[in-house]
């Protein structure tokens, strides 16, 4: 069986899928009962009082992680307080929102941004993604997953008001009465029921000393644990989105099956659980560490899980392969190559702002906290480098014994050279150094996404993003929102979002739905080289060969370490076309002026200068916050997006055609530009560049298979060769 935009289902998928839905209508009919085990409350209790702490995470449980947090982080106790006090007013930061509020009681179908409020039915009749019916699903969800909760239960630990402990046990009573089992929009996804599960295992141990957490309740709320588990093993994500969705519901059921061992079912759980996680780790974790849906967010929430998996593993004793530690390494390994000099990861695919446990606040671009935790887990000294300073989630996943092990490490940035290639998940990363001042670009040629679906990934093949003096200049435009209105969705996952060559006006692929593609070309990388004087890699992709005159676009950067990049952008084939030559900025100010020259003026008076030389006339203009056709937007978090401005060199000309441009980094984007000038070929395209102040020319020759920089000659291997 074959869906548009999705692979074809395996036999044992097809099977998996028929039992399912055999089990949404047995639900529906009744012919399922779906209350959970009432029996053996008391010896739950008890065996949760004396047993529960050893087996879950020794920072959450130990009676030194508050005063060590009040001592070394004073900073991060105040902000878990103040989301404690804002919860207890019923006013809730979620995604990229700040104070929603759900209604007294929390009204837990609605979404306060629409103000639309999901039916309550059986869950398997809700289409989650219909704005019309339930609004924006991923603000209910993240509401849902009650990791709110969690912060409510830190604060118990930091300061002993029992206030906090009091509003876990109101919104938790609240939340059972108002979702009965597989009724309602907060069943219809299992991975947000795995979610909530991890929230409550927290919840249940940062407030099991406190006297509101009742025999009852806690009976209760482990009943409810059961039910939760036994939803995400009936409708595991084996044939729908098998990526976080997947990974996100193993590691809810090796919770459940690891820290509840006298529930019904908990030994398959956890077997069942960590056996789908060290698969997942080959599957969705390439072997150069690249996530496989082309997404540095979902990449984040892949790292969470297993880094929580590892450590529940570790503190009970659990089996698990080396394998899924190298790959885990190998993950972070990749993001601390394309981490922004600045700190900040670039945005590359989708994210959607959330967290697994989000144990501090954390921005969508900030992984400090995981390279922090990697840092006391590995003893690696790269990933202290990373974190800066010790942080928060430590301290609440490792505990003291954590903390010793990250102030152990001696931070140092990684021993790998700076400029990498990824050739398995496809990114070329060309940096000058470690130094946070530093320049770097990534240079994306790989595929559109995972082979599954794409669903995650962005149409922005040969797109680049470059820092300047340790500031993103040029970055990716991010995701904005899901389903909220579909021309947001899409524009923000199109090519004209990403710095690269739009051709007709035409995207590299077109959207089939929300998390789907009629098609997913992929860019090919022709040739890598780096050298001590400049890296260069060629690639291609053919997304445009269905344009007339089929149309291929190859992309060729240099990177002079003496500090500035060419780009040759090739367009192959013939009639007449559109072409933009685009590139999206983060919110600073950039102008151009009449000879093509744009400046981009970063923090701290460094900027970024670009010229493109073509052998035909092009037009330059810079937008922002142009809403039709919707451009110059960028959105640093889900839900929230703002104008930045977009730089477009546009011409309708025949094709082939050559556009050589250059990046040049300086430290007074108020000076003249350098007196550079273009050499052509007999062609009369551009093959090189003179730059008369510094004496020195960069050269390709026609073919592409040769470039040289002045006192320097090297070849780039033709095909495969270099790569």
Excluded at 325 to 330: A, H, I, L, P, W
Excluded at 391 to 405: D, H
Excluded at 632 to 659: K, N
Aim: with cysteine; glycine share 8%; charged share 20%.
């Amino acid at each position: 069986m074959r869906h548009r935009g999705l692979r074809p289902m395996s036999i044992d998928e097809l099977v998996c899928r028929g039992r399912q839905e055999a089990s949404k209508w047995l639900e529906r009919t009744g012919a399922i009962k779906r209350n959970g085990p009432r029996r053996r409350r008391a010896v739950d209790v008890d065996r949760f009082h004396a047993f529960g702490p050893c087996r879950f995470f020794e920072g959450a449980v130990s009676e030194r992680t508050p005063r060590l947090l009040i001592g070394r982080m004073p900073a991060a106790r105040d902000e878990v307080v103040n989301v404690a006090e804002a919860v207890c007013r019923g006013s809730f930061d979620l995604l990229g929102y700040s104070g929603l509020c759900f209604g007294e009681p929390v009204d837990w179908h609605l979404d306060p941004v629409s103000g639309r409020r999901a039916p309550l039915v059986h869950w398997s009749r809700i289409a989650p993604l219909d704005r019309t019916l339930v609004g924006d699903h991923k603000v209910v969800w993240e509401l849902n997953r009650h990791q709110w909760i969690v912060r409510l239960g830190q604060a118990y630990r930091l300061t002993g008001d029992l206030r906090y402990a009091r509003a876990f046990a109101a919104n938790i009573r609240q939340w059972m009465d108002a979702n009965p089992r597989g009724i309602g929009i907060n069943w219809a996804s299992s991975l947000e029921v795995a979610l909530r599960l991890i929230s409550w295992c927290w919840s249940l141990h940062l407030f099991r000393e406190s006297p509101v957490l009742s025999p009852d309740l806690l009976a209760e709320m482990l009943e409810g644990i059961w039910a939760h588990a036994a939803h995400i093993e009936r409708y595991l994500s084996h044939y729908f989105s098998p990526n976080t969705h997947l990974t996100g519901e193993a590691l809810g059921l090796f919770y459940a099956g690891l820290l509840f061992p006298d529930l019904p079912r908990s030994a398959r759980w956890r077997t069942l659980g960590s056996r789908i996680l060290v698969d997942q780790s080959e599957r969705q974790i390439h072997p150069d560490g690249v996530y496989f849906e082309q997404s540095t967010g979902y990449a984040r929430y892949t790292l969470e899980i297993y880094l929580h998996f590892l450590i529940l593993g570790a503190r009970n004793a659990w089996p698990i392969p080396p394998v899924v530690s190298e790959r885990v390494g190998r993950m972070l390994d990749f993001l601390l190559a394309v981490r922004f000099p600045d700190g900040s990861m670039p945005q590359i695919g989708d994210a959607d702002s959330g967290s697994l446990v989000p144990l501090a606040r954390r921005s969508q671009d900030d992984f400090r906290g995981v390279f922090a935790t990697a840092a006391a887990l590995f003893g690696r000294a790269d990933f202290a480098w990373a974190a800066g300073a010790a942080t928060p989630e430590i301290l609440w996943l490792l505990g003291p014994e954590g903390l010793r092990a990250f102030d152990a490490v001696r931070p140092a940035p990684p021993a790998s050279t700076p400029s990498r290639l990824f050739a398995d998940g496809g990114y070329v990363v060309t940096r000058s150094g470690w130094e946070p001042d530093g320049h770097q670009l990534i240079f994306d040629v790989g595929p559109l996404g995972c082979r599954v679906s794409g669903g995650h990934g962005h149409a922005d093949l040969l797109s680049v993003q470059c820092a300047v003096f340790g500031q993103p200049y040029l970055v990716d435009a991010g995701t904005c929102c899901y389903t909220a209105d579909s021309t947001s969705r899409d524009f923000f996952r199109s090519t004209a979002a990403h710095s690269t060559v739009v051709v007709d006006g035409e995207p590299q692929a077109a959207p089939a739905a929300p998390f789907q593609w009629r098609e997913r070309p992929s860019a090919r990388l022709r040739a890598w080289r780096s050298t001590p004087e400049f890296d260069f890699a060629d690639a291609d992709h053919r997304a445009y060969l269905r344009l007339p005159g089929a149309v291929v676009h190859r992309r060729r950067v240099l990177f002079v370490r003496a500090g500035y990049w060419v780009l040759a952008d090739d367009l192959e084939g013939s009639g007449e076309h559109a072409v933009e030559l685009r590139f999206q900025f983060a919110p600073i100010e950039v102008d151009v002026d009449s000879t093509l020259w744009a400046r981009a003026r970063g923090r701290g008076g460094t900027g970024l200068l670009i010229r493109p030389f073509a052998s035909v006339d092009l037009r330059a203009s810079v937008h922002s916050g142009d809403v039709a056709p919707m451009q110059g937007w960028i959105s640093a978090e889900y839900g929230r997006r703002q104008p930045a401005p977009v730089l477009v060199y546009s011409v309708v000309t025949r094709a082939p055609l050559r556009i050589m441009t250059l990046l040049w980094p300086t430290s007074d984007p108020h000076a003249t530009a350098a007196s550079v000038a273009p050499l052509f070929g007999e062609d009369t395209m551009p093959v090189g560049l003179v730059f008369e102040d510094i004496g020195e020319s960069v050269c390709f020759d026609d073919l592409g298979v040769r470039l040289s920089i002045t006192g320097v000659s090297a070849p780039a291997a033709k095909g495969s060769e270099g790569v």
